[in-house]
Nanobody, 114 residues
Framework: VQLVESGGDLVQPGGSLRLSCVAS????????MGWYRQAPGQERDLVAT???????NYADSVKGRFTVSRDGAKNTVYLQMNSLNVEDTAVYYC?????????WGQGTQVTVSS
């Protein structure tokens, strides 16, 4: 499974970004897709997931600000991020849980700074 993320950028506090993750296979074959992030010196933490049934799950720190969604026709999962703050600065990784294992993208940098 190949995963390619895009959409990371430098944005001011209060701004918005949309991350995309394109998978090499039909995303409805996956048990779950999602996003994790890792800030410098920190562990990689869950941000949001969406399972095969469309059920979503969010970290408390992003609830109400971030939305995970998917487009099966494009084999893509998205992360819409609104009301960004400096604590959201991190490398964001796409993640897939599949019968054959767990797969990661290469990451995309999100920097929130004035």
């Amino acid at each position: 499974v190949q995963l390619v993320e895009s959409g990371g950028d430098l944005v001011q506090p209060g701004g918005s970004l949309r991350l995309s993750c394109v998978a090499s296979e039909n995303i409805f074959n996956f048990n779950r897709m999602g996003w994790y992030r890792q800030a410098p010196g920190q562990e990689r933490d869950l941000v949001a997931t969406i399972n095969v049934g469309g059920v979503t799950n969010y970290a408390d720190s992003v609830k109400g600000r971030f939305t995970v969604s998917r487009d099966g026709a494009k084999n893509t999962v998205y992360l819409q991020m609104n009301s960004l703050n400096v604590e959201d600065t991190a490398v964001y990784y796409c993640n897939v849980l599949y019968y054959s294992g767990v797969y990661w993208g290469q990451g995309t940098q999100v920097t929130v700074s004035s």
